[in-house]
């Protein structure tokens, strides 16, 4: 954003108790009665970011941004970590699982009909969650062979996302910047 705009808003003063400015600014900077424009672009390879130097600050902080992404809602938090777990985990590892099996299958005792539509839908289910992340990992520049990493991650993000709903219903409070936050859990 331009300097005017930014002053506009009150610069970093206008964020400054929100745990993701960035986000803050945005939605400041959404509301229609500013008139103000907002576009995301991509930065394709002109940045580096290195966000979090052990797993545990790694945690805090997307716990924190997932909380804040989801509005402090728990509920929006849980029905998120249920939505990856069947998306990034179990469809993909049962698609996996039934193409090996339904091969064996067809390999030792020959074809049937429903036999050889499992081997036909697991295969195409596998191939279109391959192809998917692929052109996802080709835009973010990684390694193809990082997609057999996904039901893992998956599973990590889900946990986060299932400990960030349980922090703010307990009314954990999230250290970030050397300060302690208090969040009100939102309806």
Excluded at 25 to 42: E, P, T, V, W, Y
Excluded at 70 to 78: D, I
Aim: with cysteine; aromatic share 10%.
């Amino acid at each position: 954003f331009r300097r005017a705009t930014f002053d506009s808003i009150g610069g970093h003063a206008g964020v400054q108790n929100a745990l993701l400015e960035d986000i803050q600014f945005s939605k400041i900077f959404a509301q229609k009665d500013r008139g103000l424009r907002l576009n995301c672009l991509l930065a394709d390879g002109m940045l580096h970011c290195e966000m979090y130097r052990t797993y545990e600050a790694f945690q805090r902080g997307w716990k924190r941004i997932l909380t804040e992404a989801a509005s402090r809602k728990p509920t929006k938090l849980s029905a998120s970590a249920r939505r990856l777990l069947v998306t990034g985990v179990v469809l993909p590892v049962l698609s996996e699982i039934a193409f090996w099996v339904a091969l064996a299958e067809l390999l030792l005792f020959g074809p049937s009909p429903t036999v050889v539509t499992l081997v036909v839908a697991s295969a195409l289910g596998a191939f279109a969650f391959v192809i998917a992340m692929g052109l996802v990992y080709r835009q973010q520049h990684q390694p193809i062979w990082r997609i057999l990493l996904v039901p893992w991650g998956a599973w990590v993000v889900a946990g986060l996302l299932r400990r960030a709903a349980r922090d703010l219903t307990r009314g954990t409070q999230t250290q970030w910047g050397g300060r302690s936050y208090s969040r009100q859990v939102q309806s």
